[in-house]
């Protein structure tokens, strides 16, 4: 069964501190990773999208790191800031299934302090 | 280039009326899909659609929900006869390329309660 479980389920941290969210999946076949962040009422924005052949992606302080063979990614946060806060969610592609290609995390809830 | 468009943003019925979702894809984004989101819950798939036609309604619920997506207009998501459960907030994407390599663009949602 195609699933993808992500970790913590919520993390408080102070501002300006770093911190890495995972994502483990059992996906096949595979076809790519995404990370999105969605801020408390508004829809998913899409941070990075890694295909089998990518280890690392970044977009400004956010860093997705996968390991293909472990099936397992991480989004890794540098110099946390209040607006960081939100749900990151991990959505894993599976190739040719049509509308349920995409199968999404719960997420991981994010709180940024100051 | 404006974004996703969802309407309306805030939805109020009674059980058993209906409610109507409307969502605008992208400019060129022939691919849109429906997901449903509970309270600290994830998406949910509901129904994948490509102009006219309808490729995956897999994860929606065999009555009172339907979709279409027209060759003009948007792509409209109806529930009929609401009941209370189907209070959530309902998410539309659109992508140029298929699901599978094809990057989602969401609206910011239509939220429905159901009194």
């Known amino acids: 069964k195609n699933q993808v479980e992500q970790s913590p389920q919520s993390l408080i941290i102070l501002e300006g501190k770093n911190c890495t969210l995972q994502?483990?999946?059992?996906?096949?076949?595979?076809?790519?990773l995404r990370w999105y962040k969605q801020d408390t009422g508004r829809g998913p924005v899409s941070l990075t999208i890694?295909?089998?052949?990518?280890n690392t992606k970044s977009n400004g302080r956010y860093t997705a790191t996968l390991d293909a063979d472990t099936k397992q990614s991480s989004l890794h946060i540098t110099a946390s800031q209040l607006s960081d806060s939100a749900s990151y969610i991990c959505?894993?592609?599976?190739?040719?299934?049509?509308?349920?290609?995409?199968?999404f995390g719960k997420g991981t809830t994010l709180s940024v302090s100051s | 280039n404006a974004g996703v468009m969802q309407n309306p943003r805030h939805l109020v019925r009674r059980r058993g009326q209906e409610a109507r979702l409307r969502c605008s894809p992208m400019?060129?984004?022939?691919?849109v899909y429906w997901y449903r989101q509970l309270p600290e819950e994830g998406l949910k798939f509901m129904v994948y659609?490509?102009?006219?036609?309808?490729?995956?309604e897999s994860g929606m619920p065999k009555e009172r929900f339907s979709a279409e997506f027209p060759k003009e207009g948007p792509s409209i998501l109806r529930i009929q006869q609401v009941v209370r459960g189907d209070s959530a907030a309902y998410f539309c994407?659109?992508?140029?390329?298929?699901?599978?390599?094809?990057?989602?663009?969401f609206g910011e949602g239509s939220r429905l309660t159901v009194l």
């Open positions: 994407a659109s992508s140029p390329l298929g699901p599978d390599t094809g990057e989602l663009f």
């Open positions: 994502c483990n999946y059992t996906v096949s076949p595979f076809s790519n």
């Open positions: 890694m295909t089998f052949s990518e």
């Open positions: 959505v894993v592609s599976a190739q040719g299934q049509a509308g349920t290609a995409l199968i």
């Open positions: 400019k060129g984004h022939s691919h």
């Open positions: 659609l490509q102009k006219e036609n309808i490729i995956d």
